[in-house]
């Protein structure tokens, strides 16, 4: 029996109906496999001249599609990493410190054999791919983009291109997102209020009039695309997120996904990223989500199919 270890968020508040953590937690039950759920939080590294172990309090866990009672919990305890088989990153961005800290002691145990856990996204590469920036390793297929916390340059963009949209850099969910046209006043009052806030840089695209029509998520499976959704922003809002309304529609992947799949593809691969979710807006790629990316119930759905069970499958075929 293999054991899963899963780094998440409380799973007393989750959406059984929605999110993708539990649904792999669903199948990997289904396989017979052992779950134990804990926090980042209580994520810890103990070493000394003899020994060093990364270690974890939480609870062995069993899980049902029953809302309200969807988790039966086990007492808490405190567990060494290293004996799980597979270790499932899952926590929520933001990508900050603690999600940086996070992924260098995970970093330690990942791979197979004696005395590691395959950890799934590499925490290595989750770290040197936060989700906006990454996405700029292929300009080609990205709309005009421009990432600084240089307010000249910012509005140079702007003189440019017009109409534009600003975001956190790390930010996720769609909070912080603004729209500014060409006329807007509010352009300087929003960057001072931004740089007062926080230290970061932010993203700057053209604003792309396609986002009307629904931001695609492209799910990725060990570097190939096995379906999309559609999320349409709600009259009214720029912003397609679900986490702020957006609602899910089916949607079949187009000549330009599959394109834009087969670019970045051998690169998510090689790297580990093996369950990814990519944003595409129109013909353009707009963030690259590696950290706890969304939508397989969603995709489930609309297309009949078992995406937990892929993803799966791509695991065992590493960790065999």
């Avoid at 289904?30 to 994520?43: H, I, K, N, P, Q």
């Avoid at 949607?251 to 599959?258: A, H, N």
């Avoid at 119930?297 to 069970?309: G, H, K």
Wanted: aromatic share 6%; proline share 5%; hydrophobic share 40%.
């Amino acid at each position: 029996m293999l054991k899963i270890a899963v780094q998440m968020d409380p799973l007393e508040n989750i959406n059984i109906n929605g999110d993708s953590t539990f649904a792999l937690m669903l199948e990997a039950q289904a396989r017979g496999y052992e779950l134990f759920v804990y926090s980042v939080d209580t994520l810890s590294l103990c070493s000394n001249s003899n020994s060093k172990k990364i270690t974890a309090r939480g609870k062995n866990v069993t899980v049902q599609r029953v809302q309200g009672n969807h988790a039966q919990l086990g007492e808490e305890k405190t567990v060494v990493l290293n004996d799980f088989d597979i270790l499932l990153m899952r926590q929520d961005p933001p990508f900050d410190m603690g999600y940086i800290t996070a992924t260098h002691l995970l970093e330690q145990i990942h791979g197979i054999g004696k005395d590691k856990v395959f950890v799934v996204n590499n925490p290595a590469s989750v770290r040197n791919a936060p989700e906006k920036i990454f996405a700029t390793l292929w300009p080609q297929i990205m709309p005009p983009t421009l990432i600084t916390r240089d307010i000249i340059a910012i509005r140079e963009f702007r003189a440019e291109y017009k109409d534009i949209i600003i975001k956190p850099l790390y930010g996720n969910g769609g909070i912080g997102v603004f729209r500014i046209r060409e006329d807007d006043e509010n352009l300087n009052s929003l960057l001072e209020m931004q740089f007062a806030a926080s230290r970061e840089p932010l993203m700057i695209q053209r604003y792309e009039p396609a986002v009307r029509k629904g931001d695609k998520r492209v799910i990725l499976v060990d570097g190939e695309p096995i379906g999309a959704i559609n999320r349409v922003p709600q009259k009214g809002d720029l912003r397609s997120n679900m986490h702020v309304g957006g609602v899910a529609v089916k949607v079949e992947l187009t000549q330009r996904d599959k394109e834009i799949c087969k670019i970045i593809g051998p690169t998510l691969k090689q790297q580990g990223l093996i369950f990814v979710g990519i944003d595409v807006l129109g013909d353009y790629l707009t963030e690259i989500n590696v950290t706890s990316p969304t939508g397989l119930q969603e995709l489930d759905r609309f297309n009949q199919i078992n995406s937990a069970a892929m993803i799966w499958d791509v695991i065992n075929s590493y960790v065999r």
